[in-house]
């Protein structure tokens, strides 16, 4: 199972799991009308808005986290799966390239619904969803905890004073 909040899915969802029948997707959030017309695809499940927690079951569930937002500054949802270890596909808008790196999962163009095919089918392999996801897990321990981050605010803080002292 995979999923996503729904955000920039529009018409390209219902295409992809159109030609991915043998992956079940698994969507949370709200559901506008052209979500709808995916009711009927047998391998789309609906669930609409949910809490955090029953979120991050779904995370628990899942073997791949797939963001197709049109736009995105710093995605949320995309660390929340990385922080569960999930291989991620995700376009190439705001910071997802800086998120996952080349160890994350795999960057698509946005819109583009045969690089989304061609990602599932790489990650078909359990072996290398297994490496991503030991990566996902690290980076994020490592770069996106509240201790690394104020580290990070602290130096940028500290390169500024130095600089204001010379």
């Given amino acids: 199972d995979m999923f996503k909040r729904l955000k920039g899915v529009r018409g390209n969802l219902p295409k992809v799991a159109k030609r991915l029948p043998e992956v079940h997707f698994t969507l949370i959030g709200p559901v506008n009308r052209k979500i709808q017309e995916?009711?009927?695809l047998p391998n789309v499940l609906l669930v609409g808005?949910?809490?955090t927690?029953?979120?991050f079951e779904y995370y628990q569930t899942a073997d791949v986290y797939l963001f197709p937002s049109?736009?995105?500054g710093f995605s949320l949802s995309l660390l929340e799966a990385m922080a569960c270890g999930l291989p991620c596909i995700a376009?190439?808008?705001?910071a997802n390239r800086d998120m996952l790196e080349e160890k994350g999962g795999i960057i698509v163009p946005a819109k583009n619904v045969d690089a989304i095919v061609d990602a599932?089918?790489?990650l078909e392999d359990r072996n290398?969803?297994?490496d991503i996801s030991s990566w996902n897990i690290e980076k994020v321990k490592n770069n996106y905890t509240r201790t690394s981050v104020l580290?990070?605010?602290m130096d940028i803080y500290k390169r500024i004073v130095y600089k204001q002292q010379i």
């Fill in 120 to 122: 599932f089918k790489k």
């Fill in 49 to 51: 808005e949910q809490k």
């Fill in 151 to 153: 580290d990070e605010i």
């Fill in 91 to 94: 376009t190439d808008v705001g």
């Fill in 70 to 72: 049109y736009t995105e």
């Fill in 38 to 40: 995916m009711e009927g």
């Fill in 128 to 130: 290398v969803r297994k």
């Fill in 53 to 55: 927690e029953k979120v």
